[in-house]
């Protein structure tokens, strides 16, 4: 199992070493969160091997981050169902916000980094337009539900058509229903990607949830294949779309 | 002309590492899947001989939604190869096959299989890319949100085969 990672940046002289790091900054990740690796510090601390507190600082950062959101979305965002720690939830848009840091360092002001459909975009594509984003349409792979025009902002999809039924509610161990893809739009990658993972676990009434967290919007597809957005979003929606199928809207 | 750097990694948590192309575009690249659009209006390089239509019917089982509308996409129907472009990795060389005006498959005739790190990243890749070309056909996006990948030298060969089409 593989996310596929995409920096896109369009500045001139950008460093090379500067995207070497970045290289680096991913492998990393891997090594320390993969829950795939025996190896990992992850696997090492879900196995009582390693305690939290003798833990790498990135990792008790990402485990902090972890149980901050846990407690904001009442149990819905919770890595330690059955038994075991996977932060993937987190970490992935955790480690493309660290990316993007880095790249700004370098210089960079006009870039996207994209790790299977959780963004960072700065900047702009071309000097007169924005980022045109779109979300895939969860139940046809070669359409998209709706498209957004952003800039300098963070956006992260949650749904079960990507990874099969990977997300399950931690309380009730099996897959939520109501939603078919959850994206939630705001300053911080790392927190958009946790609150996406919630708030689709929530279900329909999680956009509600998410408008209520400052900064933070939400674009759903229900079950019952309409299209539903918070009113921040409002400004980035492009209507001209012929995969625009949006009919509804929270209040 | 701004340098673009397109690189891609394919991550185990995150998954393992891979990287595509890190380097200067020509001047008419623009970014992998915003390329698409350009379909309606071919290029004059649609007379180029490297882009060579075969001619074959689209296969039978692939036909597209009925809401497809040939005139809506400018595309004609058949099977359209790409000039084959380098990247880092080595050569890749698409053929699209297009059946009720849509896009229905993407191929890779040729991809980087030289080096075991080249044919690691292409066993990898080829399937996103495929995927990524399905998608995003239907709307001008720099970015999907669900999951994405974007090859320069995909794109550019897939151009080159869609200026056909």
Request: one cysteine or more.
């Amino acid at each position: 199992m593989g996310t596929v990672i995409t920096i896109d940046v369009r500045d001139e002289d950008l460093p090379e070493p500067a995207m070497d790091a970045v290289f680096a900054w991913f492998h990393d990740v891997d090594a320390t969160f993969s829950t795939f690796r025996t190896d990992s510090e992850i696997s090492r601390l879900a196995r009582g091997e390693l305690r939290e507190h003798r833990c790498s600082p990135d990792m008790r950062e990402v485990l902090a981050l972890c149980e901050e959101v846990r407690r904001r979305s009442d149990g819905s965002f919770d890595i330690r169902r059955g038994g075991g720690i996977d932060p993937l939830g987190l970490v992935k848009g955790w480690s493309v916000e660290r990316a993007s840091a880095m790249l700004e360092t370098a210089g960079a002001r006009n870039f996207f980094i994209n790790a299977g459909g959780d963004i960072v975009v700065r900047g702009r594509p071309e000097p007169d337009r924005m980022w045109r984003l779109g979300i895939r349409h969860p139940e046809e792979a070669d359409r998209v539900a709706a498209v957004l025009a952003v800039r300098d902002v963070a956006i992260a999809t949650s749904g079960t058509y990507e990874r099969g039924e990977h997300i399950v509610d931690p309380r009730t161990a099996s897959p939520p229903s109501g939603l078919l893809s959850m994206t939630v739009v705001g300053p911080s990658l790392t927190y958009a990607d946790a609150y996406s993972t919630a708030a689709f676990v929530m279900g329909e009434r999680g956009a509600a949830w998410v408008a209520g967290i400052d900064g933070y919007d939400a674009l759903a597809i229900t079950s019952r294949r309409r299209t539903v957005w918070t009113p921040g979003l409002e400004e980035m929606m492009v209507r001209d779309q012929p995969g625009f199928r949006g009919d509804d809207r929270t209040r | 002309m701004p340098i673009r750097a397109a690189v891609t990694i394919a991550a185990t948590v995150l998954g393992l590492v891979l990287l595509v192309s890190f380097r200067t575009p020509p001047p008419s690249s623009v970014a992998g899947v915003a390329l698409l659009p350009a379909r309606s209006t071919p290029s004059p390089s649609s007379t180029s001989p490297a882009v060579t239509p075969s001619g074959a019917p689209p296969s039978g089982g692939r036909t597209p939604a009925a809401t497809a509308s040939p005139s809506a996409t400018g595309l004609k129907d058949g099977s359209f190869t790409g000039k084959d472009f380098p990247n880092f990795y080595g050569d890749v060389q698409v053929q699209v096959i297009v059946s009720g005006g849509r896009i229905t498959d993407v191929k890779a005739l040729q991809y980087p299989t030289d080096r075991p790190q080249s044919a690691y990243i292409s066993s990898v890749a080829i399937p996103y890319l495929h995927d990524e070309v399905l998608k995003a056909q239907s709307a001008q996006i720099d970015i999907i949100s669900g999951a994405t990948f974007t090859s320069d030298s995909y794109a550019q060969s897939l151009q080159s085969a869609l200026a056909r089409a």
